[in-house]
Antibody, heavy 121, light 110 residues
Framework: EVQLVESGGGLVKPGGSLRLSCAASGFTFSNAWMSWVRQAPGKGLEWVGRIRSKADGGTTDYAAPVKGRFTISRDDSKTTLFLQMDSLETEDTAVYFC????????????WGQGTLVTVSS | QSALTQPASVSGSPGQSITISCTGTSSDVGGYNYVSWYQQHPGKAPKLMIYDVSNRPSGVSNRFSGSKSGNTASLTISGLQAEDEADYYCSSYRSSSTYVFGTGTKVTVL
């Protein structure tokens, strides 16, 4: 069974940094393209970015609002996905979901339960 | 980056069919056959219901179907059931290797 468990959320001040993790199991992590999607409280879904498998180059793509501030990385040996968030803004307050893609061109086939990030002074 | 446009709410009685629209541009919905649909119950993670415009993942009821015409995609739920009450989001691949979601539609079963 595919399992994705996010961690690392919490309260951070504007301008601060936070690193989210997503522990994956139940599938061949190294073959999967992984993404992050966020949802502000009471709002809709917003695609954050993704990282390809190393076999497909391991490259990343980001949404315009986070490009240059957020960095997605992966550790295939630990089957873990990361989201490094710097220069955080109050607008970044959201639940952050980790998703796994299995050859389907979509933001995510399987999703974790999410971790809440609150940016506030 | 502007979101795809969906109606805020759609409702129907049990057994009826409803359709949710998702309007984008030629740079996303109209330009690629990479439209997907997600169902989200309150407090839960989204669930993939349709991908590549009209394909259903294994385990998704055949009461859910998708289509596309021009810059507008649609999700149809037939034989509406109480458990279908949820928020629904469309998504599309957009040029520059990014994705965009729709504004979301709340489905109410009367």
């Amino acid at each position: 069974e595919v399992q994705l468990v996010e961690s690392g959320g919490g309260l951070v001040k504007p301008g601060g940094s936070l690193r989210l993790s997503c522990a994956a199991s139940g599938f061949t992590f190294s073959n999967a393209w992984m993404s992050w999607v966020r949802q502000a409280p009471g709002k809709g879904l917003e695609w954050v970015g993704r990282i390809r498998s190393k076999a497909d180059g391991g490259t990343t793509d980001y949404a315009a609002p986070v490009k240059g501030r957020f960095t997605i990385s992966r550790d295939d040996s630990k089957t873990t996905l990361f989201l490094q968030m710097d220069s955080l803004e109050t607008e970044d307050t959201a639940v952050y979901f980790c998703t796994a893609g299995f050859g389907i061109p979509a933001p995510g086939t399987n999703w974790g339960q999410g971790t809440l990030v609150t940016v506030s002074s | 980056q502007s979101a795809l446009t969906q109606p805020a709410s759609v409702s129907g009685s049990p057994g009826q069919s409803i359709t949710i629209s998702c309007t984008g541009t030629s740079s996303d919905v109209g330009g690629y056959n990479y439209v997907s649909w997600y169902q989200q119950h309150p407090g839960k993670a989204p669930k993939l219901m349709i991908y590549d415009v009209s394909n259903r993942p294994s385990g998704v009821s055949n009461r859910f179907s998708g289509s596309k015409s021009g810059n507008t995609a649609s999700l149809t739920i037939s034989g509406l059931q109480a458990e279908d009450e949820a928020d629904y989001y469309c998504s599309s691949y957009r040029s520059s290797s990014t994705y965009v979601f729709g504004t979301g539609t709340k489905v109410t079963v009367l």
